[in-house]
Structures are given as structure tokens and as C-alpha cells.
């Protein structure tokens, strides 16, 4: 008899998170890039919606191959850790790129932005906006790459631990319909 004690939730959402952290950097480059080709930043939104459908086949996953981690809390604490530690290794490649690549990235963003506003039909009623956003880059005060990332890494957590409270009940009720016809031991 075979008695291996099972890998913690911890330990399956870092393996995990390792496959939603590239993702997620996926998304994060789509938008830097965005820059320099206006047509990367439309493929942002089906990638962001893309985002639970990943997480509930990690879920689901999770349920079939560990009976001990079949009860919502767990699952909720499993899509907390891989949104946890996916978000570690897009920040970590947010801000390589934003460092080492392009450090001007947010004065030629904020720069880029203000001559679009500028030129548009409305431009008259943004002239104060577009003046501070001129000002911000002349003086600098715009948000550093290592401010950006862990605001980013900050909200790609919550709204990781938002989505898996929501989905943890919802993979368990279908899951449980599906995959457990010999397990009953819920």
C-alpha cells in the first residue's frame, strides 16, 4: 500500500502558476508593445478573457488528480497561489523589458497619448489634461517601471483571488457531476 503523502496547495499552485505567469507576461509584453503597433493592443482583451478559462482547466485539473483538494476553500486557496506566483514571473519579465529594454517606456506612452488627444476633434476640451501630461514628462514625475509592476502584481492577485472565490464552487459543482461517479466521498 501506497500511503505518499499529496503536494501542498502551495506547491501545486506554484507549478501552475509557473503556465499563468507566462501567460500572463503574454499579455503584459501585448501591451508594452502596443507602443509601436497599435494592432497588438487589440489581442489585450481576448487574452484577458482567455485569463478564468485557464483557470478553471487548472482547477478542474487540481480536483481529478487530488480528492484532498476537492472542497471550495482549497480550490479558492489554489487559484490564489497561481495567480500569486504567476504574477512573480510576469512582473519579473514586465520589468526586465521595462528596465533593460525600454526604459523610456511611459514618457513616450504618456507623450504618445497627448499628441493623440491633441490631434483629435475634441482636442480643445482636453487642452489642460494634455498639458499635464506634457508637464509630468518634462518634470519627470511619472510612474517608475518597479512602481508599475507591483501595481500590476498587486492587481493581478486580487482579481486572481476575485476570480477563483467565484469559480472554486463552480469547477467543484460541475466537476463533481463529471469526474466523481466513483468517488463519492465528498
Given at each position: 500500500?501506497?500511503?505518499?503523502?499529496?503536494?501542498?496547495?502551495?506547491?501545486?499552485?506554484?507549478?501552475?502558476?509557473?503556465?499563468m505567469g507566462l501567460f500572463l507576461a503574454v499579455i503584459s509584453l501585448c501591451f508594452v508593445f502596443s507602443l509601436?503597433?497599435?494592432?497588438?493592443?487589440?489581442a489585450i482583451y481576448p487574452l484577458l478573457l482567455i485569463v478564468p478559462?485557464?483557470?478553471?482547466f487548472m482547477m478542474v485539473r487540481l480536483y481529478i488528480k487530488e480528492p484532498l483538494y476537492r472542497i471550495n476553500s482549497?480550490?479558492?486557496?489554489?487559484?490564489?497561489?497561481?495567480?500569486?506566483?504567476?504574477?512573480?514571473?510576469c512582473g519579473g519579465v514586465t520589468l526586465a523589458y521595462l528596465y533593460f529594454v525600454e526604459p523610456t517606456f511611459f514618457s513616450k506612452y504618456a507623450t504618445m497619448t497627448a499628441d493623440f488627444?491633441?490631434?483629435?476633434?475634441?482636442?480643445?476640451?482636453?487642452?489642460?489634461?494634455v498639458e499635464l501630461l506634457r508637464n509630468a514628462v518634462e518634470r519627470n514625475q511619472l510612474p517608475t517601471s518597479a512602481d508599475f509592476v507591483i501595481s500590476m502584481m498587486w492587481t493581478t492577485v486580487f482579481m486572481g483571488s476575485v476570480t477563483s472565490m467565484i469559480m472554486a464552487p463552480l469547477v467543484r459543482l460541475v466537476a463533481k457531476k463529471r469526474f466523481n461517479g466513483n468517488n463519492e466521498n465528498q
Open positions: 500500500m501506497n500511503t505518499t503523502k499529496p503536494k501542498s496547495i502551495y506547491r501545486y499552485g506554484a507549478e501552475y502558476g509557473l503556465y509601436y503597433r497599435m494592432e497588438v493592443s487589440i478559462a485557464v483557470l478553471w482549497a480550490l479558492w486557496m489554489f487559484g490564489i497561489c497561481v495567480f500569486f506566483f504567476g504574477s512573480l514571473i488627444i491633441s490631434s483629435g476633434p475634441l482636442a480643445s476640451q482636453y487642452e489642460s489634461e
